[in-house]
Antibody, heavy 116, light 110 residues
Framework: QLVESGGGLVQPGESLRLSCVAS????????MTWVRQAPGKGLEWLAN????????YYVDSLKGRFTISRDSAKNSVYLQMNSPRVEDTALYYC???????????WGRGTLVTVSS | QSALTQPASVSGSPGQSITISCTGT?????????VSWYQQYPGEAPKLIIC???NRPSGVSSRFSGSKSGNTASLTISGLQADDEADYYC??????????FGSGTKVTVL
């Protein structure tokens, strides 16, 4: 399973790090991804990270503000959110990426609210 | 990286078949076999129902099927049931090792 944490209420510009802990499968064998969903809106893909952390990819609109990373020793993937904006308010999901480009295991999400 | 285009809503009566379209470009849907579909109930995480255009993961009903032609992928739900009422999202692998989701479709069972 995947369990996200680290969400909460933050002020615009205040950094936040989301965590996602994996269990029940060999974490180091899979790419991981972050997806978000603003209240009442659709899903938005944010970022990917390779099995060994050597490659990362982002949606263009996020580049430079958010950083994805992982720690295999802790079976965890992270999303560092720098300079968050009000429009980053959303439920943030982590998911496992399978060869074939699909997301077969999802967490329940962690809610981030950016507001002054 | 514009969202793939889906109809905002689709409805059907129990037992009927419905089809949800997902239109992208030659940089995503049209260029890769990596189109997947997700079902999401309110307050829940998305669930994978179709991968690699037309493959069903274990445990997913055979009433769900997928296809693709050119830049458009489609999800068909046959024998519509009350518990098919949910939001449905497509996603595609895209150039630059990125992904893009569809805008989402709300399915209503009349």
């Amino acid at each position: 399973q995947l369990v996200e944490s680290g969400g909460g209420l933050v002020q615009p510009g205040e950094s936040l790090r989301l965590s996602c802990v994996a269990s029940g499968y060999p974490f180091s064998n899979f790419w991981m991804t972050w997806v978000r969903q603003a209240p009442g809106k659709g899903l938005e893909w944010l970022a990917n990270i390779k099995e060994d952390g050597s490659e990362t990819y982002y949606v263009d609109s996020l580049k430079g503000r958010f950083t994805i990373s992982r720690d295999s020793a802790k079976n965890s993937v992270y999303l560092q959110m720098n300079s968050p904006r009000v429009e980053d308010t959303a439920l943030y999901y982590c998911a496992r990426v399978r060869k074939g480009g699909f997301f077969d295991l999802w967490g329940r999400g962690t809610l981030v609210t950016v507001s002054s | 990286q514009s969202a793939l285009t889906q109809p905002a809503s689709v409805s059907g009566s129990p037992g009927q078949s419905i089809t949800i379209s997902c239109t992208g470009t030659s940089s995503d849907v049209g260029n890769y076999k990596y189109v997947s579909w997700y079902q999401q109930y309110p307050g829940e995480a998305p669930k994978l129902i179709i991968c690699e255009v037309n493959n069903r993961p274990s445990g997913v009903s055979s009433r769900f099927s997928g296809s693709k032609s050119g830049n458009t992928a489609s999800l068909t739900i046959s024998g519509l049931q009350a518990d098919d009422e949910a939001d449905y999202y497509c996603t595609s692998y895209a150039s630059g090792k990125t992904y893009v989701f569809g805008s989402g479709t709300k399915v209503t069972v009349l």
